[in-house]
C-alpha cells in the first residue's frame, strides 16, 4: 500500500497493480467491437443454456486486472448468466498517466461511458437475448454505476466494493447528491474504512440508497482497493475479499431472477 494521488482513491489505498491479484488464466474471451477502439471481457455461462440475465463489470483506475477477471467468471457461474467488462480506459491504467484529474476527465459520461455501456447492452441483448441488467464497479466503477443509473439506464440492481462517487465532484464538478438521487435500484455499497463517510451506514448517500432498497455494508479493517488489489497471501484479507464477494453474490441473485 501507499498513499494515492488518484481523485478516486483515499489516501493509504492499495495501489497495483500486484502479483498476488489471484488466478490468470481467464475462462472468457477479450474481443474489440467492430468499428470501435473498445475492447471487452466476456463469459457466460458454462453449461451453455439461455438466461436473460446480463452483468456489465467496471473496473478501477487499474483496468481489467486478471483478479477482476476472475470475478467475472465466477459471476457467470454463481449466477447462470452473461458477464461484459468494458476495457473503458483504453488500456491505460493510472501507472500510464502523471495528471490523474486529466486523464479521467478526457473519460467522460457523455459520450464515451455511455457509449461503452451502449455496446455492451447491445452486444448481449442482440446476440443473448439479455433482458435483466446488473452492475458491478470496483472504486471508479462506482461512479460509472451511479452515473448511468442517473441518466436512467435500467439497471435492476447493483453493487460496488470501495466506491468511488466522489469522481463526479473531484473530476467533473458535478454533485455527487444529485447524482445519487436520481439513482432507482437497490444498490450495495461496500466501502472500505478509509472510504468517505458519505458511503458508510448513515451517511448521507447512503440515507437515500436505503429508500430505493439499497444498503452499505462497511469493511472497516481493509483499505480502499481491497477485492481488486489486496495481497491474498494475508489469510484475514482474502477472507475479507471473500465475504465482499460472497454479499455481492447474494444481493444481485436477490434482484436477478432466472
Aim: net charge negative; proline share 9%.
Amino acid at each position: 500500500m501507499s498513499s494515492s494521488s488518484s481523485p478516486c482513491c483515499p489516501p493509504g489505498s492499495w495501489e497495483g497493480p500486484l502479483n498476488t491479484h489471484g488466478p490468470s488464466n481467464p475462462k472468457g474471451v477479450t474481443f474489440t467491437f467492430p468499428n470501435s477502439d473498445l475492447k471487452a471481457y466476456h463469459i457466460g455461462p458454462s453449461d451453455g443454456k439461455e438466461t436473460t440475465i446480463g452483468i456489465i463489470v467496471f473496473h478501477d483506475v487499474w483496468g481489467l486486472l486478471p483478479r477482476l477477471l476472475s470475478i467475472c467468471d465466477v459471476l457467470a457461474e454463481e449466477l447462470h448468466c452473461h458477464v461484459i467488462a468494458p476495457d473503458s480506459f483504453r488500456g491505460k491504467t493510472k501507472d500510464d498517466v502523471t495528471d490523474m484529474v486529466a486523464w479521467m476527465k478526457s473519460h467522460p459520461y457523455e459520450p464515451e461511458i455511455a457509449g461503452d455501456i451502449k455496446l455492451c447492452h447491445d452486444y448481449l441483448q442482440i446476440k443473448h437475448g439479455i433482458t435483466q441488467w446488473g452492475a458491478l464497479g470496483f472504486c471508479w466503477g462506482g461512479w460509472a454505476i451511479a452515473k448511468s443509473a442517473a441518466a436512467g439506464f435500467p439497471w435492476k440492481v447493483a453493487v460496488s466494493p470501495h466506491p468511488s462517487l466522489v469522481v463526479e465532484s473531484k473530476v467533473f464538478g458535478g454533485s455527487e447528491t444529485e447524482m445519487v438521487d436520481k439513482i432507482q435500484m437497490p444498490f450495495l455499497l461496500l466501502p472500505a474504512g478509509n472510504d468517505p463517510d458519505s458511503v458508510k451506514p448513515g451517511g448521507e448517500h447512503v440515507k437515500t440508497i436505503e429508500a430505493k432498497g439499497g444498503k452499505s455494508i462497511p469493511f472497516e479493517d481493509m483499505v480502499h482497493g481491497w477485492t481488486t488489489r489486496s495481497d491474498l497471501s494475508d489469510p484475514k484479507i482474502k477472507e475479507q475479499v471473500e465475504k465482499a464477494l460472497s454479499l455481492s453474490l447474494e444481493f444481485l441473485k436477490e434482484h436477478l431472477k432466472p
